[in-house]
């Protein structure tokens, strides 16, 4: 898009971290896609495949502020370039970077925003952090649990939700939603205040 090249002053890029979905639609470590596929349906926008941010892409409004939502077409582990890619072309600043992801330390459908941080093995934020060279985006954190037992956690996100979870997990995915408009027209504080004090 032609657009792409110009100065964006008050753009923001919202990223929704997983694996391809015809394969792993569904599964845990989605819920960060999972997210921005909410947002962009509940704005009646489409998410469409960008050849050169290797990721699909929609653009929308929410109040004033323009925002583009993207999902890397990579594997999560590979989430990096297709997010540095699309910040490069939309030319959105770090600040105004948002990642939404699974998160194995809050319990199922806990949520909470913030400001960089570490990644918690979490390899995806691994992958994005080192492309753009700082922690310091913000984040939605869309908790999936711990593993049972001993079961690794490499295996337990790339499973789907049990029924009761599943439902837990589809009204979550609504309030990340809503958590990402805050933080795009109210600020990071506003949406901790908000969310937070509800979680």
């Not at 947002?39 to 926008?45: D, I």
């Not at 699909?56 to 989430?79: G, K, W």
């Not at 049972?148 to 609504?174: H, K, N």
Request: some cysteine; hydrophobic content about 35%; glycine content about 12%.
């Amino acid at each position: 898009m032609e657009e792409g090249r110009g100065v964006a002053d008050d753009r923001w890029l919202v990223v929704g971290l997983g694996n391809p979905e015809a394969e792993y639609g569904g599964t845990r470590h989605n819920v960060g896609a999972d997210a921005v596929r909410t947002l962009v349906a509940r704005e009646h926008a489409e998410l469409s495949r960008n050849r050169r941010t290797r990721a699909e892409v929609a653009e929308l409004r929410l109040d004033a502020h323009r925002v583009v939502a993207t999902i890397p077409s990579s594997y999560m582990n590979r989430s990096g370039g297709p997010v540095q890619a699309t910040a490069s072309w939309f030319k959105v600043p770090l600040e105004r970077v948002i990642v939404c992801h699974d998160d194995l330390d809050l319990p199922v459908g806990a949520l909470k925003v913030k400001r960089g941080g570490g990644t918690a093995g979490h390899k995806g934020l691994r992958d994005v952090e080192r492309a753009l060279g700082s922690p310091d985006y913000l984040r939605v954190r869309i908790g999936i649990g711990r593993p049972p037992g001993r079961m690794p956690g490499r295996d337990y996100v790339l499973r789907r939700f049990p029924p009761a979870e599943r439902e837990v997990i589809d009204v979550t995915l609504e309030q990340a939603a809503d958590a990402i408009a805050s933080l795009v027209t109210d600020g990071l504080e506003p949406t901790q205040n908000r969310f937070h004090a509800s979680g």
